[in-house]
């Protein structure tokens, strides 16, 4: 069995296993135990042969193996046997003389068992030579096979000439009979090798028989093998079958494990993720730049140990005194680049799609790498440009699902200033458009008249940051050489509305490329650079300020101590996710620098402040957004309206003084006028009565001119007739000074209820009439009563006709002997108004009667009386109408005004401000006319 699982090299190391099983002996050549029958030697000749073939046809065939391998020892002396059977089988031409029983074969085996014991002696053959010998028949019990293939590479060069030779020996040998003794076989053997021991032939013809006996031995053996390979074959195809399957189970088992590892992983960065929003939304990365040429040079040592660092674990070296240890979300050692970097940031763009706010700030000391994190070079773009590429792949990803719209902003606090990079004039060295913080709305600042890019595409964002970076303050410090001197932001705002259930968001990712914080000392900055330094210092501190006050949940966080703080207030307050890159150097010498961000970047991690807040914009609050938008505007054109109104009432306000002043002269005309009308009238009725009186004088003595001469001339009276025209002027100057002023008569009240209109002229008549007796009676106590004129209806003449008037039996006598001037004044009249107002007015006025003519006075018969009766009436619509042009003006404006206030009133509402102020003035006007009144009244009472 031992032999069995040995495996010749050749067969199994380069044969296929199929081949191998081609190589197999056949069962039947087992069944006969007959070593020297012709169709056993045939056979195992045929099984040599088949294996040569076999062998053959591994490396071709045999005579290319021949051809091939000429100087191998051992293929040619494989070759030279088999050419040695192939002969010795044909030369012998009888198979008979090679049979050999079965106790032969037996003996013959036990001999070449004891022969070395047998032979023992020196002179035959020692254990050397049998070595030799066995070694030159090319025996190898430990490779059987080789047995027949190889020979020793000992033996001398033997040619195919030879053959002959040794077959004859061959014969020789194989002559034997069965009766053999093993004893004379060995003498003979013996002698045989006595002799030719001597020569090199004797060994040579040797061969043949040890051939056959190895060849028998070696049939068995093949035999066996060839069986045991016939089965290890066999085992080995079950065997590796059964691997084959074991493998391939094992690769399914490990796909299988793969793919249950990436989604357990998966889903504890989703839960991890989600204990951090429930937390509060901060995640901090710690970011190690590696040592720059100049510390190499310097022989810097490295400060972290980032190879014992793992799971977001950042390890201080021990061989410093300090030794502490920081937890983050993620470190990035030296050796990590961007795009490992911004496999864990890639979360937070899709974040700001789904309509989440998201800041990503990078903080650290100077020259740490925060622009080369945020912004990157053109080979190794940075965390602004793969973030917005991440942006648009996602964008592309659902653009059958939602459409977006993407604008950019790009700004820079520099010096507590914020300045707008994208507009043309922010270049070094120009006066920049200055920016102020708004608040829109609760929890969201913004900074109007900001630049807003709208961009489509890649090409179009790098331009935007290649404009934004050009514009950046930088300058060159101790630390670095292109140190930023401001707090570089990007500002990204996301629009998107869902094709489907028509939700809207509104996002911004902000994208913050701080100023490095630095120790004056070290960097010993002047100048110019020291007030960067002492802003971007006090900035970064107020941040910190904010930063503590959140950690311990302070009522009143300070964002407004900055502008920095101010500008991210929406991105620290709680609402959105933030991500905080510290920046850190490797260099041992830097380590304080370093332990400072640290530390602050622990205390930024322990914020917890909530969950995020979806920016959603539902349908319904758009309409709404969009109805306050559109009453805005509405508003914005009624102010509009209004401020117009305000102008007008005020060009009104300054008409009405301006006519308040004319109507004041005009009043004061008016009353000269009326004074002068008064006289005028006076005179006129004196007149009147003196022609009445002559005309009845001369009457009287047609009549009765006796009596008329008893009787008492008229002009024995004249101390009568002086007083009277005393006591006239007197009433007259008193007439003038009661007489209320006309714009009085707007305010003033009738007595009795308005009559119509039919009536007033009767009215008027009466009224004058009643008015001019009682003057009459106070000129002449003696006068009679006068004659009443009954009340009538319809429309009434101041110059009455004779029909209408009742002739009086009685009529009064008229005292003035004043002398008419000769003309009247010749006063140019307006057409009277024909409204009932004047009239109204008029009637207002009791002093402004015009006196009735007396119904049987002569004067209306003939032309002079009615000459002077229209002069008079002329008169009197002359003063109705220089008191009347304004009035209704006045009557009007005041409607208007009122009518204008109203109007204000339901126009602007809570605007009464306007409203009150014409109210006011109103008021004001009707106080002075009050005041007026009353003033006047004064005057009168007085002069009474
Ligand atoms: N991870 C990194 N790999 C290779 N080089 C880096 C890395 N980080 C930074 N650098 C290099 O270090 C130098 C300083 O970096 P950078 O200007 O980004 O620092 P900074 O923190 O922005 O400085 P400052 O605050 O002064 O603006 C640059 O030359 C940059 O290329």
């Known amino acids: ?255 299988d494990l793969k793919i249950r590892f990436n989604e357990g992983a998966k889903e504890r960065k989703e839960l991890y993720n989600k204990i951090q929003e429930l937390k509060g939304n901060i995640r901090v990365f710690c970011r190690c730049r590696p040592l720059n040429s100049e510390e190499i040079a310097e022989g810097a040592s490295m400060a972290f140990d980032f190879e014992a660092s793992k799971d977001g674990e950042l390890r201080v070296k021990s061989n410093i005194a300090f030794k502490k240890n920081f937890k983050f979300d993620s470190v990035f050692g030296p050796e990590a680049n961007q795009v490992d970097v911004f496999e864990d940031t890639a979360s937070f763009a899709t974040s700001v799609l789904d309509g989440y706010n998201v800041c990503i700030f990078a903080y650290g000391q100077t020259g740490t790498g925060k622009t080369f994190t945020m912004e990157g070079t053109n080979e190794n773009r940075g965390v602004n440009f793969r973030t917005l590429e991440e942006l648009f792949r996602v964008i592309n990803e659902r653009k059958n699902q939602i459409r977006y719209e993407i604008s950019v902003s790009v700004l820079e606090v520099y010096n507590e200033q914020i300045r707008d990079l994208l507009l043309p004039s922010s270049q070094p060295g120009v006066a920049a458009k200055r920016l102020e913080i708004r608040q829109v709305g609760e929890g969201l600042h913004h900074v109007p008249g900001l630049v807003e890019a709208a961009v489509s595409n890649m090409g179009e964002v790098w331009e935007v940051l290649k404009t934004g970076s050009s514009s950046r303050a930088v300058g060159s410090t101790n630390a670095n050489e292109h140190s930023s001197r401001s707090h570089c932001i990007h500002c990204v705002m996301v629009k998107g509305e869902n094709l489907v259930s028509g939700e809207c968001t509104r996002s911004k990712l902000w994208l913050v490329d701080l100023a490095g914080s630095e120790r004056i000392a070290k960097t010993e900055v002047q100048g110019e650079r020291l007030k960067e330094t002492q802003n971007i210092n006090r900035s970064l501190s107020a941040l910190g300020d904010v930063i503590s006050a959140l950690a311990t949940k302070s ?20 609402d959105s996710k933030t991500l905080m890159f510290v920046q850190i150097s490797p260099n041992e010498n830097d380590l304080s620098e370093s332990l400072c961000s640290l530390n602050f970047a ?75 009308l008064l006289v005028e009238r006076k005179l006129a009725r004196q007149h009147v009565d003196t022609k009445i009186a002559e005309q009845q004088m001369k009457q009287q003595q047609k009549d009765d001119p006796v009596s008329t001469l008893s009787r008492q001339p008229l ?122 107002e004047s009239d109204n007015e008029y009637l207002d006025q009791p002093d402004c009667c015009v006196e009735p003519l007396a119904a049987d006075s002569p004067k209306r018969s003939n032309g002079g009386g009615k000459k002077l009766m229209s002069a008079l009436r002329r008169s009197l619509n002359k003063k109705n109408q220089i008191k009347s042009p304004l009035q209704p003006h006045q009557i009007r404006r005041a409607g208007g005004l009122n009518v204008a206030v109203d109007r204000v009133r339901v126009s602007i509402g809570s605007r009464a401000r306007v409203a009150h102020r014409l109210v006011a003035n109103g008021r004001r006007i009707k106080q002075q006319n009050c005041m007026e009144k009353e003033r006047r009244w004064n005057i009168g009472k007085g002069a009474l």
């Open 1 to 255: 069995m031992e032999d069995n699982n040995r495996f010749d090299p050749l067969l199994l190391t380069d044969v296929p296993i199929q081949q191998q099983q081609q190589l197999q002996p056949k069962p039947e050549t087992r069944s006969d135990n007959t070593f020297f029958n012709t169709s056993v030697m045939a056979q195992s000749h045929d099984l040599c042969f088949d294996k040569i073939e076999d062998v053959s046809l591994l490396d071709g065939s045999c005579e290319a193996v021949r051809d091939k391998d000429c100087m191998d020892p051992i293929g040619n002396n494989v070759l030279d046997e088999i050419s040695w059977r192939d002969l010795s089988s044909g030369a012998t031409g009888n198979d008979q003389a090679v049979v050999l029983d079965n106790g032969n074969v037996k003996k013959e085996i036990s001999w070449r068992n004891s022969i070395s014991e047998e032979i023992g002696t020196e002179d035959v053959l020692d254990d050397e030579n049998v070595k030799k010998g066995y070694s030159e028949l090319g025996l190898s019990l430990t490779s059987p096979d080789l047995v027949v293939c190889s020979g020793s590479p000992d033996i001398p060069n033997r040619t195919y000439e030879d053959s002959p030779k040794l077959l004859k020996q061959s014969s020789l040998e194989l002559s034997f009979e069965n009766g053999i003794t093993e004893g004379s076989m060995m003498k003979d053997y013996n002698n045989n090798v006595d002799e030719d021991l001597g020569s090199s032939e004797a060994s040579f013809a040797l061969l043949p028989l040890a051939s056959c006996e190895i060849m028998k031995m070696d049939q068995i053996k093949l035999l066996e093998e060839a069986e045991a390979y016939k089965n290890h074959a066999a085992d080995m195809n079950d065997m590796s079958c059964i691997i084959q399957s074991k493998i391939n189970e094992q690769v399914t088992q490990h796909e």
């Open 555 to 574: 009522p009143h966080i300070p964002f407004r101590n900055s502008k920095l703080t101010h500008l991210l207030q929406d991105s620290l307050g709680g």
């Open 602 to 676: 622990s205390r930024v991690r322990g914020i917890e402040l909530g969950p995020a807040k979806k920016q959603i914009e539902s349908s319904e609050v758009i309409k709404y957004k969009q109805m306050a938008e559109r009453y805005k505007n509405e508003m914005k054109n009624k102010d509009l309206q209004i401020k117009k109104m305000e102008d007008s009432f005020h060009g009104l306000d300054m008409k009405l003084k301006e006519k308040e002043l004319k109507n004041k002269i005009l009043q004061d005309k008016v009353k000269e006028l009326e004074s002068q």
């Open 715 to 836: 002009a024995s009276k004249p101390l009568i007739t002086q007083k009277i025209n005393e006591e006239s002027k007197e009433n007259q100057s008193n007439i003038i000074q009661q007489r209320p002023l006309v714009e009085k008569n707007t305010t003033y009240k009738l007595p009795a209820p308005f009559p119509p209109a039919r009536d007033l002229v009767n009215l008027d008549d009466n009224m004058e009439n009643e008015n001019e007796n009682e003057n009459e009676k106070e000129n002449n106590p003696y006068m009679p009563e006068p004659f009443k004129i009954p009340k009538r209806t319809g429309r009434a003449s101041i110059c009455t006709t004779s029909q209408r008037v009742p002739v009086r039996s009685v009529l009064p006598r008229r005292n003035s002997l004043i002398p008419l001037p000769s003309t009247l004044a010749p006063t140019k009249f307006l057409p009277p108004l024909p409204s009932i």
